[in-house]
């Protein structure tokens, strides 16, 4: 019968199961363990409803704008460079803001931590560093990247930056300069209509490291300012500011700049106690010294940026340069007015010589006499001040006096020639105008 028939054909089908099974035992496949990962991730966005809603939108969308805290703290200030007219900085950049669609049931009242995986599924401000040349989130181990989830829908999202933005220094007074550089936070995106940027809790909203220092600079102050962008083609943007204050450190340049070329000058008076026909010492030291200048004015003009206005260390270096080479036109004037002198004595000598030679031998030989007790101790000889003076007297005899008819009659005349007079002047004047344009310099850029 048809019941008889089906207990065969079961039968049957049974029979060939449990062959199959003996003769292809790995033919058979088992069911694996779920992956336990898998399941919490998939857990965890059930728990948020992550699939429930459409993230590419802002919390409120057609509402009012989208209120966003932020509160930074600076790690380290990396570097601040002069010449790129930038600086790095590193630090934590955490976001505040309460997304409904990310509510969930929690009996402990607890949040929920994730990492950057869960980022890219949700809403998230779009924030930028303006003026900024390079940035990037550190990803050692993983990306340096939090997010975490309340109960009531409220988000904090951190991140760990590092960025090199633009800073506009004014140089004019470098290096007894202070120089206020800004950080700008942005949303590239979102208007104000959109979007409220705001410091979450104002001027406490930015914390810095104790231990942050920088070699050159001193950092006076943080704080923070709120203004709003306008651009004429998408709108008006929050802007939230990070400013800080640096005051840069004089030693360095005391040391290398400042006290070499006051040396320079000081070197190049020496030779104003030098005598003048000593050439090959006068002349030497006088082009060392300015070649020296000239090597220190390029050594600091090659480490700063190529400004179109004069900076502070610019007027002390040139004036410096300038009192060095006025010393060498100095020797220069002291060696032409003496080479003017010594030919004048010479004519001198050569008139007296000829006026003796027409003299009375009885006159000439009183003369003479006259000259030589008077005036020959005082020739070429040291005075009481220290300063050589060169003494002549000259006794012109003439045959005849037109008027009284006497032959005989004499007239003399005294020529000082002083070889050292602009020596003796610019021993003082030189050291006198330099501590006067030192005490005028630091007076206005102290």
């Keep these: 019968s048809i019941l008889q028939y089906c207990l065969r054909f079961s039968i049957t089908l049974v029979w060939f199961g449990l062959l199959n099974i003996l003769l292809f035992p790995h033919s058979c496949t088992f069911k694996r363990s779920p992956d336990i990962t898998k399941a919490q991730s998939t857990k965890s966005e059930q728990i948020l409803r992550i699939d429930d809603h459409d993230f590419t939108m802002r919390p409120g969308f057609g509402g009012p704008a989208v209120p966003v805290g932020v509160d930074v703290q600076v790690e380290s200030l990396d570097a601040i460079s002069e010449v790129d007219m930038d600086f790095t900085m590193t630090l934590y ?95 590239y995106a979102y208007t104000d209509d959109d979007l409220m940027l705001y410091w979450k809790e104002g001027n406490s909203s930015l914390n810095t490291d104790e231990r942050i220092s920088l070699s050159q600079f001193l950092i006076q102050k943080f704080h923070t300012t709120t203004k709003l962008a306008f651009y004429s083609s998408t709108g008006s943007y929050n802007r939230l500011y990070i400013n800080f204050t640096l005051r840069r450190h004089i030693f360095f340049f005391l040391l290398q700049t400042y006290f070499p070329a006051t040396l320079m000058v000081m070197l190049s008076w020496v030779s104003f106690w030098i005598d003048r026909r000593a050439v090959p010492a006068r002349v030497p030291l006088g082009i060392t010294t300015v070649l020296t200048m000239s090597t220190i004015i390029t050594g600091v003009n090659a480490s700063m940026p190529r400004v179109s206005y004069i900076k502070a260390v610019d007027i002390y270096l040139w004036i410096s340069f300038v009192f060095v080479f006025l010393s060498v036109i100095e020797y220069a004037a002291v060696n032409y007015l003496s080479t003017l002198q010594e030919r004048k004595e010479r004519k001198l000598r050569e008139k007296l010589a000829c006026t003796c030679g027409l003299a009375h031998p009885g006159m000439m030989s009183a003369s003479y006499s006259e000259v030589d007790a008077n005036t020959t101790g005082n020739y070429d000889m040291l005075e009481g001040n220290g300063v050589r003076r060169e003494t002549m007297l000259v006794e012109l005899a003439m045959e005849s006096d037109q008027v009284t008819g006497h032959v005989g009659s004499r007239a003399y005349s005294s020529v000082w020639i002083d070889t050292h007079a602009i020596d003796m002047y610019s021993r003082v004047i030189f050291p006198g105008s330099y501590i006067l344009f030192n005490i005028i310099y630091w007076s206005i850029y102290s």
């Design 93 to 187: 950049l955490r976001h505040y803001w309460k997304d409904e669609r990310l509510s969930f049931k929690s009996n402990t009242n607890q949040s929920m931590t994730f990492d950057g995986r869960l980022v890219k599924k949700i809403w998230v401000p779009d924030m930028f560093f303006v003026h900024s040349k390079k940035s990037f989130i550190h990803d050692t181990t993983t990306d340096n990247v939090m997010l975490r989830v309340y109960p009531d829908g409220k988000v904090l999202y951190s991140l760990r930056v590092t960025v090199t933005a633009m800073c506009n220094m004014d140089l004019s007074r470098f290096p007894l300069d202070s120089q206020t550089c800004s950080l700008e936070i942005e949303s």
